[in-house]
């Protein structure tokens, strides 16, 4: 294959898997590409790899632009397998290659790719690596799309590599878009919906970060590069990532033991007001059941908790639920949530009772099949009263019911 260069120096190096490939439940009609990209500075660099299955034949590809031994700096943006997965491989021929990536990235690759007795070097936000005649700036990008991920920007070439971000699923024959010969902005916009879009509240911040780098080409690591209207592509993520939908409600009913249980409520309350959802807040116990109903029937969402006592609900909260299961609650979104001091077992049967129902029942396990999000966890299950990483595992859930609601897509 001829060489594609993407400037001085600068070479893709990856994949094109033109199978219809499967993916996070979907499966990729046009195909993909695992974009890898070569530097060859005074300090050869190699930004991200392709999947897990192509890793050697990478590394041939490679092995005919560049001897791997002189590899210096592995840049891993995204340690899902489908780009760090030729990492074992380039590593195994490039013995003296620091890893570059997030804190966060260290111990899954080490632990994916056997990789323990590798020198990795941690780059945090903002941090800059000189590879010789170009140089590094390091993004931190947490959740967009897992968190330890980061984008990397040559200063000197103002190139971005994004890994996932700003990709396209296709497995064309041009590398560039403005070769494709066909107008890529459908499938450019059905990755963003597919991919991204889970994600949107983290592209908000991506996209103020981006306005202090001069960006003239975007070369991720799926599909298409993109070196003309850049801005094009980068406002239609800022349009794309906007809440388009308002005036949503959400009732959150709960019963407690020594409000615990009533704190979740109100740090639900809390992130879903901060997100302009109106939230009412009942205590099963003390408020009347036709207000709570009546409540319900108007709301978008239903949050249900209850602490755990002999592993089970407690208070007024099964009459109510049982309520629920007579009504039509289609289209809304259900969760259940609560404190526990030993095993918790209130949330499941809140949760069985939800699921006989007709709402959208909230689980972990559907959260990553659906988006591949590790951090968002339903129910919402917090050991004695919460405080600092337990408020933040509420605030991900509720922020991600609330992405919900506020987006029409
Ligand atoms: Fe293309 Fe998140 O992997």
Redesign the pocket.
Known sequence: MNEVMLAKDIFWVGKIDDREVP??RLILAKG?T?NAYLLKTEKPTVIDTVDLEFGREFVEYLSELIDPKEIQYIVIN?T????SGGLAALAGRAPDATIVCTEIAVNELKEMYKLHSRNFLVVKDGDTLDIGGKTLKFKETPYL??EE?MITYCIEDKILFP??IF?THVAGKEFFADEAGYDITEDFIGYYNA?IHPHRRYVRTLINALEELDVQMIAP??GYILRNDIQKYIDLYATLSADTVEGKKVTIVYTTIRNSTKKIAEYLKKIFEENNIQASVFNADKSDQAEILESIKEADAVFIGSSTKYADMIGNLEDLLKELKKMDLQGKIGAAFGSYGWSGEATEVIQDYLNQTNMDVQSTSHVIKTT?MTHVEFPVRVRFAPKDDQLKKIEHSATYVADLLLSAI
């Not at 899902?80 to 780009?83: G, L, S």
Request: glycine share 6%; aromatic share 10%; with cysteine.
């Open positions: 993916f996070h993909t695992y995204h899902e397998p489908d780009h799309h897992t991920t890994c996932d990709s991919i690591s799926h591949g």
